[in-house]
């Protein structure tokens, strides 16, 4: 259980991660503006885009992966596969991120596909 829980935090921790490059686009585009950040986030291009799109999309990807992941600790069916699979999830999901910001598009999709591969593998140990 503790890779598992490990793998949570990591995954809990991305999103405010990717949340760095968000504001150093936005200080290239005339400073942070901390009274309407959306608003300015909404103007960026490029790389800044790239940044905000993968900020965001690690939020989503958390619910997914943390619902599995107390899914199969509820259940108590924790086993090597779930432990595998949640740090191929982590895994990925560092790829993606990466893979973002560095304009890959087909790696990113592939990294994307994996990671939420790597969940529903977690999610199906406890059924």
């Known amino acids: 259980m503790t890779t598992l829980l490990i793998c949570l935090f990591i995954a809990m921790l991305l999103p405010y991660a990717a949340k760095g490059p968000v504001a150093a686009a936005m200080a290239k585009l005339g400073g942070y503006d901390n009274n309407h950040p959306r ?13 905000v799109a993968a900020h965001q999309n690690a939020f989503e990807s958390l619910l997914i992966f943390g619902l599995s992941v107390l899914a199969v600790i509820a259940t108590g069916k924790v086993n090597a596969v779930a432990e595998t699979a949640a740090i ?3 895994i990925a999901r560092i790829a993606y991120q990466l893979l973002y910001l560095m304009d890959r598009g087909s790696l990113r999709s592939l990294s994307w596909f994996v990671a939420i591969f ?3 593998t977690v999610f199906w140990q406890a059924v």
Not at 39 to 51: D, H, M, P
């Open 39 to 51: 608003e300015q986030q909404s103007k960026l291009t490029g790389f800044g885009a790239r940044a």
């Open 88 to 90: 191929v999830h982590v």
């Open 118 to 120: 790597a969940s529903f």
